[in-house]
């Protein structure tokens, strides 16, 4: 508490913490430290103003002490304190605490540590002071090496600086210093100056220092020539720069006997060497002899790993001779690149001669290496070269490589290793390639073979590689690098040697000359064997080679078999007619009439008529074929001639009976063309059970007028229960023309098509045409039918029971020349017929939407106005009304007065849109609908009188109400006012508050609003009230609302009449709500300054006290104002407007009496004798 902090320090382990601070204290500065431990979670209070830490091994232990060094000047001087904190490492022995006095001149009386840093390279203290004095001390010892002054100025803040081992510092004139001790001279130093040769021992050989080398020499031959071979072995290992460890000291340790019972004076050397630091080469050489020997190789590699042998080629060289594998490890730590990679050879690791010679940039001899290699092993030999070609470029040179392998007759091994070498397939490694191939073929063409299947080179010599693979028997392989025909031909008409599938596949690569040739050269050479594999080419090759071509060459060689299965490869894909008529052409002649039927059954690209005169001229056994092709390209008329004429009837009855029964009407027309017997027409007809169109055997008969011809099987299909229209259709065309009772048959059958009936009957019988179209629905064809032929009342009756709206639009349509003679018929005869109200009303709909007004005013009065069924029909009489609306408004008051059963509102709103107000009118009169007529009166008519009349006569609320806002909205405020007081109607009040407002119509409101009050309890409707008994001066009545519960806004009317002048009402109104100040106000306006003051006094405001204080000055009421003045002066911030009021208009005498009245009140203030000096120093000149 009250420390001022200067400094925090941690170890480096951040297990020790270190807070420093000072403070002034009897005329000195004080320092506190605080040292905390983060593991025992403790602290500590300390004296002390500078404090570091450091780690610092002591002599004979292995890990470092953790060393707190601080600082302090009391009273009583300066110490120095040098502990270990926590407990020691294991292993380590304590470090003894260490206190020293620490030195301040006597002319520094006040100066006391400020900083401390360590170093713990050297082992040694630096304590900065507050005056720029510097002190460096030896950790182990204590010991003060060095004193002096650095700075005149205090340097307050310090770091270690690890480029030169010392420190830094920043004084305060920003000056930064450097402090490290001379490394040279610091041992001589500490030896000469400060007489302590024991000291500059331990700190050379701490740090390793020159400066003290003759002490260690005459230490060590002391020791030694007193036989204490352990001591001078440890004052030679911790001599600094290897001083004492030369290969003499080695000789003088050999030349010593040894002890009985105790290791020999060399070996307790070494073990001390061992213990402490690295031997050198010398010594490692000494050392590695008699362990070699021991055969203990185990320590060498021990002592290797652990980085205290030197390594050189001279102990690598040494170790060979007993282990390769440790030699191997002392030549890699010694950088030996030719030792190491004769060692990895050695030992098979020949991955990682590549590796190392790639890593320490050396470039061995690899043929040679190589060589060496196979001599020993093959494999390894193979591998080895394999690795040497992994890179690129490769490590050494590939034909040399190669070269290795044959000189030992390795063709496996070299083939294998080239294959890797050559995988990138480079063209400058063309030679290779060829001499691989080239190799194989001559000893193991299968090995050849799979290489140039596997293509995976393309730079070597294809001719010459080609005729070797035919020497060895792979024509395939020679096929794929020949290029001249001659050579191919040659080798291709050997197909047994040959795999089918390549041969195909190898024509593919041939130009179209080059594939014919060896073609024609393959079944020139032996067509048996080659046939097969020829016609695969061709199927494949056909559209490179050109289908016709390859026919010609199979044609040459007369071989239709080839031509066969040639074309039948392709006929199934081709779109050629060419190839499909020789492919039939082949068929036939080889006999394989069942794919001659497959193909003119399948087939869409032969020419059918020359497949067709082809078929006749070949004579086949079995027409089928012939049948076939007929029967798909409509040939059937000349296949009956043909087959009928070469007394082949049987086929004709296999055709429609089995092949196609559809065919049976075109069939019986060919038979009747060839004037067959009508009897063996008629069995084949009843024979064939087939599906055959009816409509076609019967267009077929009908066209050679034979139609009788099919009456008793038609009649006999009918009593089998057939419906098919065809058949029923043809019936009705015999009955027609035998005129066999036809309009019944029309009538009751149900199964013909009407529309070809109608159409066959048009010509011959219209009225039959009428039935049939009418049964059928043909309606247009009906329609065209009564117009041609002026049935226009049958055309009316469908019409009417039709009721099918499309069909009225298309016969009422404008351009329809028959329009009007056909609704002359339907409103004559038709509609009177029809007691169907669905029918009407479909008509009415029709004629509406054709827009014919007045035709339908005449349909509408034939059906409402005359006597009928629909006289009241509603829908009707609206519909008679409107139409009149819109077509001749001048009967519309007529339909009105005589129709009872419209829809009125709807009727008179259309009437009103379309200007006709009267007709409205009448209606909601004639209806009682009385809010909407006067409506009609007001808004459209625009005739107050007549709707003052109108409510006056019936003498409805609503209808008053309607009235008032019209007679509001006109200006006619009073006449409006009454008439909303007859209807009992308050809702409009805000428009008639705002329309009396504006014509000062106050009396009228007063009733108004009164009426209203009854009906509403509105704020405003009672605020307005007020204001009205104000503005009519109804003063009594006033008093009396306001005194009785209401919810009018008495404040704001009060303010309202203020405003307005209104001031006795006024007075009235703030009485009651209690606003003093506003009262007081008001009666200075009615000149009561009296109550005014009163008024004033219970306001107890300064502002309503000025108000009335100046109304009395310019009333000349002074002894008022004065009265007022008494409560304003008091203010001082008001005196001044009083009194410029006062003297702005002459009145000093009684601002002087105002102002002497006041001095004897308790609140009289300075600023009051102040102005009231001010009118005496004014008056004193009247007054002499």
Same mark, same amino acid.
């Given at each position: 508490e009250?420390?001022?902090?200067?400094n925090y320090?941690t170890?480096?382990?951040?297990?020790?913490?270190?807070l420093?601070?000072?403070?002034?204290?009897?005329?000195?500065?004080?320092?506190?430290?605080?040292?905390?431990?983060v593991?025992?979670?403790v602290?500590?209070?300390?004296?002390?103003?500078?404090?570091?830490?450091?780690?610092f091994?002591v002599?004979?232990?292995?890990?470092?002490?953790?060393?707190?060094?601080?600082?302090?000047?009391?009273q009583?001087?300066?110490?120095?304190?040098?502990i270990?904190?926590?407990?020691?490492?294991?292993?380590?022995s304590?470090f003894?605490?260490?206190?020293?006095?620490?030195?301040?001149?006597a002319?520094?009386p006040?100066?006391f540590?400020?900083?401390?840093?360590?170093?713990?390279?050297?082992?040694?203290l630096?304590?900065i002071?507050?005056?720029?004095y510097?002190h460096?001390?030896?950790i182990?010892s204590g010991?003060?090496?060095?004193?002096?002054?650095i700075?005149?100025?205090?340097?307050?803040?310090?770091a270690?600086?690890?480029?030169?081992?010392?420190?830094v510092?920043?004084?305060?004139?920003?000056?930064?210093?450097?402090?490290?001790?001379?490394?040279?001279?610091?041992?001589?130093?500490?030896?000469?100056?400060?007489?302590?040769?024991?000291?500059?021992?331990k700190?050379s050989v701490?740090?390793?220092?020159?400066?003290?080398?003759?002490?260690?020499?005459?230490?060590?031959?002391m020791?030694f020539?007193q036989?204490?071979?352990?001591?001078?072995?440890?004052?030679a290992?911790?001599?600094?720069?290897?001083?004492l460890?030369t290969?003499q000291?080695?000789?003088?340790?050999?030349?010593?006997?040894?002890?009985?019972g105790?290791?020999s004076?060399?070996?307790?050397?070494f073990?001390?060497?061992?213990?402490?630091?690295?031997?050198?080469?010398?010594?490692?050489?000494?050392?590695?002899?008699?362990?070699?020997?021991?055969?203990?190789?185990?320590?060498?590699?021990k002592?290797?790993?652990?980085?205290?042998l030197e390594?050189?080629?001279?102990?690598?060289?040494?170790i060979?001779?007993?282990?390769?594998?440790l030699?191997?490890?002392?030549?890699l730590?010694?950088?030996?690149?030719?030792?190491v990679?004769?060692?990895?050879?050695?030992?098979?690791?020949?991955?990682?001669?590549?590796?190392?010679?790639?890593k320490?940039?050396y470039?061995?001899?690899?043929?040679?290496?190589?060589r060496?290699?196979?001599?020993g092993?093959v494999?390894?030999?193979?591998?080895?070269?394999?690795?040497?070609?992994?890179?690129?470029?490769?490590?050494?040179?590939?034909?040399?490589?190669?070269n290795?392998?044959?000189e030992?007759?390795?063709?496996?091994?070299?083939?294998?290793?080239?294959?890797d070498?050559l995988?990138?397939?480079?063209?400058?490694?063309?030679?290779?390639?060829t001499?691989?191939?080239?190799?194989?073929l001559?000893?193991?063409?299968?090995?050849a073979?799979?290489?140039?299947g596997?293509?995976?080179f393309?730079?070597?010599?294809?001719?010459?590689?080609?005729?070797?693979?035919?020497q060895?028997?792979?024509?395939q392989?020679?096929l794929?690098?020949y290029?001249d025909?001659?050579?191919?031909?040659?080798?291709?008409?050997?197909?047994?040697?040959l795999?089918?599938?390549?041969?195909?596949?190898?024509f593919?690569?041939?130009?179209?000359?080059?594939s014919?040739?060896?073609?024609?050269?393959m079944?020139?050479?032996?067509?048996?064997?080659?046939?097969q594999?020829?016609?695969q080419v061709a199927?494949?090759?056909h559209?490179q080679?050109?289908t016709?071509?390859?026919?010609?060459?199979?044609?040459s060689?007369?071989?239709?078999?080839?031509l066969?299965?040639?074309?039948?490869?392709?006929?199934n894909?081709?779109?050629?007619?060419?190839?499909?008529?020789?492919?039939?052409? /082949?068929?036939?002649?080889?006999g394989?009439?069942?794919?001659? #039927? !497959?193909i003119? =059954? @399948?087939s869409?690209? $032969? *020419?059918? &008529?020359r497949?067709?005169?082809?078929?006749?001229?070949?004579k086949?056994?079995?027409q089928l074929?012939?049948?076939?092709?007929?029967?798909?390209?409509?040939?059937?008329?000349?296949?009956v001639?043909?087959?009928?004429?070469?007394n082949?009837?049987?086929?004709?009855?296999?055709?429609?009976?089995?092949?196609?029964p559809?065919?049976?009407?075109?069939?019986?027309?060919?038979?009747?063309?060839?004037?067959?017997?009508?009897?063996?027409?008629?069995?084949?007809?009843?024979?064939?059970?087939?599906?055959?169109?009816t409509?076609?055997?019967v267009e077929?008969v009908?066209?050679?007028?034979?139609?009788k011809l099919?009456?008793?099987?038609l009649?006999?299909?009918?009593h089998?229960?057939?419906?098919?229209?065809?058949t029923?259709?043809?019936? /009705?065309?015999?009955y027609?023309?035998?005129?066999?009772?036809? #309009? !019944?048959?029309? =009538? @009751?059958?149900?199964f $013909? *098509?009407s &529309?070809?009936?109608?159409k066959?009957?048009?010509k011959?019988?219209?009225?039959?045409?009428?039935?049939s179209?009418?049964?059928?629905?043909?309606?247009?064809?009906?329609?065209?039918?009564?117009n041609?032929?002026?049935?226009?009342k049958?055309?009316?009756?469908?019409?009417?029971?039709?009721?099918?709206q499309a069909l009225?639009?298309?016969v009422?349509?404008?351009?329809?020349?028959f329009?009007?003679?056909?609704?002359d018929q339907?409103?004559?005869?038709?509609?009177?017929?029809?007691q169907d109200?669905?029918?009407v009303?479909?008509?009415?709909?029709?004629?509406?939407?054709?827009?014919?007004?007045?035709?339908?005013?005449?349909?509408?009065?034939?059906?409402?106005l005359?006597?009928?069924v629909?006289?009241?029909h509603?829908?009707?009489?609206?519909l008679?009304i409107?139409?009149a609306?819109k077509?001749d408004?001048?009967?519309?008051?007529e339909?009105?007065t005589r129709?009872?059963?419209?829809d009125?509102p709807?009727?008179?709103?259309?009437a009103?849109?379309?200007?006709?107000?009267?007709?409205?009118?009448?209606?909601?009169?004639?209806f009682?609908?009385?809010?909407?007529a006067?409506q009609?009166l007001?808004?459209?008519?625009k005739?107050?009188d007549?709707?003052?009349?109108?409510?006056?006569r019936?003498?409805?609320?609503t209808?008053w109400s309607e009235?008032a806002?019209?007679?509001?909205?006109?200006?006619?405020?009073k006449?409006?006012?009454?008439s909303?007081?007859k209807?009992?109607?308050?809702?409009?009040?805000?428009?008639?508050?705002?329309?009396a407002?504006?014509?000062?119509?106050?009396?009228?409101?007063?009733?108004?609003?009164?009426?209203?009050?009854?009906?509403?309890?509105e704020?405003?409707i009672?605020?307005?009230?007020?204001f009205a008994?104000?503005?009519?001066?109804?003063?009594?009545d006033?008093e009396?609302?306001?005194?009785?519960?209401?919810?009018?806004?008495?404040?704001?009317?009060?303010?309202?009449?203020?405003?307005?002048g209104?001031?006795?009402?006024?007075?009235?109104?703030?009485?009651?709500?209690?606003?003093y100040?506003?009262l007081?106000?008001?009666?200075?306006?009615?000149?009561?300054?009296?109550a005014?003051?009163?008024?004033?006094?219970?306001?107890?405001s300064?502002?309503?006290?000025k108000?009335v204080?100046?109304a009395?000055?310019?009333?000349?009421?002074?002894?008022m104002a004065?009265?007022?003045?008494?409560?304003?002066?008091?203010?001082?911030?008001?005196?001044?407007?009083l009194i410029?009021?006062?003297?702005s208009?002459?009145?000093?005498?009684?601002?002087?009496?105002l102002?002497?009245?006041?001095?004897?009140?308790e609140?009289a203030?300075?600023g009051?004798?102040?102005?009231?000096?001010?009118?005496?120093s004014?008056?004193?000149p009247l007054?002499t």
């Amino acid at each position: 508490e009250g420390c001022q902090i200067i400094n925090y320090r941690t170890d480096e382990a951040m297990k020790w913490l270190l807070l420093v601070g000072i403070s002034a204290q009897q005329q000195r500065v004080v320092g506190a430290m605080q040292l905390y431990s983060v593991d025992r979670n403790v602290s500590q209070p300390i004296e002390g103003h500078a404090a570091a830490f450091v780690p610092f091994t002591v002599e004979g232990n292995k890990n470092p002490s953790n060393i707190f060094a601080f600082s302090v000047r009391n009273q009583t001087g300066g110490k120095l304190h040098i502990i270990e904190v926590g407990a020691p490492a294991e292993g380590n022995s304590n470090f003894t605490k260490k206190t020293v006095d620490v030195f301040f001149p006597a002319e520094a009386p006040n100066d006391f540590p400020v900083a401390m840093q360590a170093s713990k390279e050297h082992g040694l203290l630096y304590m900065i002071t507050k005056y720029g004095y510097i002190h460096l001390y030896d950790i182990e010892s204590g010991t003060c090496i060095y004193m002096n002054r650095i700075s005149g100025d205090t340097i307050f803040v310090t770091a270690p600086h690890e480029a030169s081992n010392g420190i830094v510092g920043v004084n305060r004139k920003g000056q930064v210093l450097s402090v490290s001790i001379d490394e040279d001279n610091i041992v001589s130093y500490i030896t000469n100056q400060l007489k302590n040769p024991e000291l500059a021992l331990k700190i050379s050989v701490r740090c390793n220092l020159a400066g003290a080398e003759e002490l260690f020499v005459r230490r060590f031959n002391m020791l030694f020539g007193q036989g204490q071979y352990s001591e001078a072995a440890k004052v030679a290992a911790s001599a600094p720069k290897g001083i004492l460890r030369t290969p003499q000291t080695i000789q003088r340790f050999q030349q010593c006997p040894s002890q009985p019972g105790q290791a020999s004076p060399l070996l307790q050397y070494f073990s001390i060497l061992l213990e402490t630091s690295q031997l050198n080469k010398a010594e490692s050489l000494e050392l590695a002899r008699p362990v070699l020997q021991q055969g203990r190789n185990q320590l060498l590699e021990k002592w290797l790993v652990e980085g205290k042998l030197e390594c050189s080629e001279e102990l690598g060289d040494l170790i060979k001779a007993h282990d390769s594998t440790l030699a191997l490890s002392v030549y890699l730590r010694a950088n030996i690149p030719q030792k190491v990679i004769i060692c990895f050879a050695e030992t098979n690791q020949f991955q990682k001669i590549v590796l190392y010679a790639k890593k320490v940039n050396y470039t061995p001899d690899y043929i040679f290496l190589l060589r060496n290699v196979m001599r020993g092993n093959v494999e390894n030999g193979a591998s080895f070269a394999g690795m040497l070609v992994q890179d690129d470029p490769p490590l050494a040179d590939i034909e040399s490589i190669t070269n290795v392998f044959m000189e030992q007759n390795l063709i496996p091994q070299c083939t294998s290793f080239l294959l890797d070498a050559l995988k990138h397939n480079k063209p400058e490694e063309g030679h290779l390639q060829t001499r691989l191939l080239e190799m194989n073929l001559m000893s193991a063409p299968q090995v050849a073979d799979a290489i140039l299947g596997n293509q995976m080179f393309t730079h070597y010599d294809r001719a010459h590689i080609a005729q070797l693979c035919e020497q060895a028997q792979l024509l395939q392989r020679a096929l794929e690098h020949y290029t001249d025909i001659f050579d191919i031909k040659r080798a291709i008409v050997h197909t047994h040697l040959l795999k089918p599938e390549w041969l195909v596949e190898y024509f593919g690569s041939l130009s179209v000359d080059d594939s014919l040739e060896c073609l024609k050269a393959m079944l020139t050479a032996n067509l048996r064997q080659n046939l097969q594999i020829c016609v695969q080419v061709a199927g494949k090759y056909h559209e490179q080679l050109g289908t016709t071509k390859l026919i010609e060459l199979f044609e040459s060689f007369k071989s239709f078999e080839g031509l066969f299965y040639f074309l039948g490869s392709i006929v199934n894909f081709s779109q050629e007619a060419e190839v499909h008529f020789r492919y039939i052409q /082949a068929a036939c002649k080889t006999g394989q009439i069942k794919e001659v #039927e !497959r193909i003119c =059954r @399948e087939s869409s690209c $032969y *020419d059918p &008529e020359r497949v067709k005169n082809f078929l006749k001229e070949a004579k086949l056994a079995d027409q089928l074929p012939l049948i076939i092709v007929c029967d798909r390209f409509n040939f059937v008329h000349d296949l009956v001639m043909y087959l009928y004429k070469n007394n082949l009837q049987k086929y004709i009855e296999i055709y429609v009976q089995k092949v196609n029964p559809s065919r049976l009407p075109a069939v019986v027309g060919g038979l009747l063309d060839v004037d067959c017997a009508e009897d063996i027409v008629k069995n084949l007809i009843l024979t064939v059970r087939g599906q055959f169109s009816t409509d076609e055997l019967v267009e077929e008969v009908e066209k050679r007028n034979r139609l009788k011809l099919l009456m008793p099987w038609l009649e006999g299909r009918v009593h089998e229960g057939v419906n098919e229209p065809a058949t029923h259709n043809a019936l /009705a065309k015999i009955y027609i023309d035998s005129n066999n009772n036809p #309009e !019944r048959f029309l =009538r @009751e059958n149900q199964f $013909y *098509d009407s &529309e070809v009936i109608g159409k066959y009957c048009e010509k011959r019988d219209p009225h039959l045409a009428c039935v049939s179209y009418e049964r059928g629905g043909c309606d247009m064809e009906l329609i065209r039918v009564c117009n041609a032929n002026s049935l226009f009342k049958y055309a009316a009756r469908h019409l009417v029971r039709k009721r099918d709206q499309a069909l009225w639009e298309h016969v009422l349509n404008p351009e329809n020349t028959f329009r009007r003679p056909l609704i002359d018929q339907v409103v004559q005869t038709a509609l009177s017929e029809t007691q169907d109200a669905d029918d009407v009303s479909t008509t009415v709909r029709a004629f509406m939407a054709a827009d014919l007004p007045n035709e339908l005013i005449e349909l509408l009065e034939k059906i409402v106005l005359e006597n009928s069924v629909f006289s009241d029909h509603r829908n009707l009489q609206n519909l008679l009304i409107l139409t009149a609306v819109k077509a001749d408004p001048t009967r519309v008051m007529e339909y009105i007065t005589r129709l009872d059963n419209y829809d009125a509102p709807d009727i008179a709103n259309i009437a009103i849109t379309n200007q006709l107000f009267e007709e409205a009118f009448a209606i909601f009169k004639k209806f009682d609908v009385n809010t909407s007529a006067v409506q009609v009166l007001i808004e459209h008519v625009k005739n107050l009188d007549r709707a003052y009349e109108f409510a006056e006569r019936c003498n409805d609320p609503t209808v008053w109400s309607e009235l008032a806002r019209a007679q509001l909205s006109s200006g006619a405020v009073k006449e409006a006012i009454d008439s909303y007081i007859k209807a009992d109607d308050p809702s409009a009040y805000l428009d008639v508050i705002e329309a009396a407002r504006a014509n000062d119509g106050y009396e009228d409101m007063v009733r108004y609003l009164q009426m209203a009050r009854k009906k509403a309890r509105e704020a405003i409707i009672e605020t307005e009230l007020v204001f009205a008994y104000a503005k009519v001066n109804r003063l009594a009545d006033l008093e009396e609302f306001i005194s009785s519960p209401n919810i009018a806004q008495i404040q704001q009317v009060g303010d309202r009449c203020y405003d307005e002048g209104l001031y006795e009402p006024a007075r009235i109104l703030y009485n009651n709500v209690s606003n003093y100040a506003r009262l007081a106000s008001t009666l200075v306006h009615l000149e009561e300054y009296q109550a005014a003051v009163d008024g004033a006094r219970k306001a107890n405001s300064t502002k309503t006290w000025k108000e009335v204080c100046f109304a009395c000055v310019e009333a000349g009421e002074f002894r008022m104002a004065q009265m007022c003045g008494l409560h304003i002066v008091v203010h001082a911030d008001e005196l001044e407007e009083l009194i410029n009021f006062y003297q702005s208009r002459g009145f000093f005498q009684e601002l002087i009496q105002l102002l002497e009245a006041a001095l004897g009140l308790e609140r009289a203030h300075m600023g009051m004798f102040t102005e009231l000096a001010i009118p005496y120093s004014a008056l004193i000149p009247l007054l002499t």
